[in-house]
């Protein structure tokens, strides 16, 4: 098996993973920045914190690595189409999307739960860089998630 192979195999396994969609923001200038994520964990609960996973080949990279305050939003079942369009290469203009301010952090609107967070710590780990946020503020709702496996899109409903 070849390297390029065993790289598809190897991410097609993690696929069989289902996470659920993270879109994360961040102010930039005069306008709002989006990555979509699907490596996107809680760490504690005491203190609040949470990571997630950034390719060092990511189109974003230079934006999201230096980042101090972010909004971590966890897509609603209904915002696919926002997700499809920010997971393309050039596409992380998200100021059009309707956005709020949650503690200095640009969150969307409708998303199930929203996270705005101060970047506690950053560590290179393979071909990602981990970064671990302290939540300062949060805001959930009632809807079902946007959810993703094996390359599709799928949802998590509060009531099975």
Do not use: K
């Amino acid at each position: 098996m070849s390297e390029v192979d065993d790289e598809r195999a190897f991410r097609h396994a993690l696929g069989g993973f289902a996470t659920g969609v993270v879109l994360v923001t961040i102010a930039r200038g005069a306008g709002i920045s989006g990555i979509v994520v699907n490596s996107f964990t809680s760490v504690s609960l005491r203190p609040r914190l949470v990571l997630w996973c950034l390719g060092d080949a990511s189109d974003r990279y230079a934006s999201f690595a230096e980042a101090e305050t972010w909004g971590a939003n966890v897509l609603a079942r209904d915002q696919q189409a926002i997700s499809a369009r920010v997971a393309r290469p050039g596409a992380f203009d998200v100021s059009d999307l309707p956005m709020d301010t949650l503690a200095a952090a640009p969150v969307l609107r409708g998303a199930v739960t929203q996270l705005a967070c101060r970047t506690v710590e950053r560590r290179a780990m393979g071909d990602h860089l981990v970064i671990v946020g302290a939540v300062e503020a949060f805001a959930t709702a009632s809807a079902d998630a946007l959810t993703y496996f094996r390359g599709r899109y799928g949802r998590a409903g509060e009531e099975g």
